[in-house]
Nanobody
Framework: EVQLVESGGALVQTGGSLRLSCKASGFDFDDYVIGWFRQAPGKEREGISY????????IGIDSLKGRFTISSDYAKNTVYLQMVGLKPEDTAVYYC??????????????????????WGRGTQVTVSS
């Protein structure tokens, strides 16, 4: 059974930092893509990044590059989202998601929520002004 468990969310002040973790189990990391998403109140779920062992880690939103960094520890089956310089607009529930990735899938859909089959329950990040 595929399971994804996010952790690390918290209430922080503007300018603060957090590291979110996504612990995965039940599948082979070599064959899956792991995505990070966030959903703010009243807004659609937004794709932030994706990680694949074959392709590395990619931040998909240009405005977040420089503040958000992703990394993967395959020995621990864990993907991390390091966030610095947090702003109130980063307030959201942060989710990780997974799907078996085939070469023919390409890369164009990896930031789209509809692409993913498995989701964690999310972790709340709140940034106070």
């Amino acid at each position: 059974e595929v399971q994804l468990v996010e952790s690390g969310g918290a209430l922080v002040q503007t300018g603060g930092s957090l590291r979110l973790s996504c612990k995965a189990s039940g599948f082979d990391f070599d064959d899956y893509v792991i995505g990070w998403f966030r959903q703010a109140p009243g807004k659609e779920r937004e794709g932030i990044s994706y990680s694949m062992r074959s392709d590395g880690d990619t931040i998909g939103i240009d405005s977040l590059k420089g503040r958000f960094t992703i990394s993967s520890d395959y020995a621990k089956n864990t993907v991390y989202l390091q966030m610095v310089g947090l702003k109130p607009e980063d307030t959201a529930v942060y989710y990780c998601a997974a799907r078996h990735h085939a070469l023919e899938d390409g890369l164009g859909s990896l930031l789209e929520a509809w692409y993913y089959e498995h989701w964690g329950r999310g972790t709340q990040v709140t940034v106070s002004s």
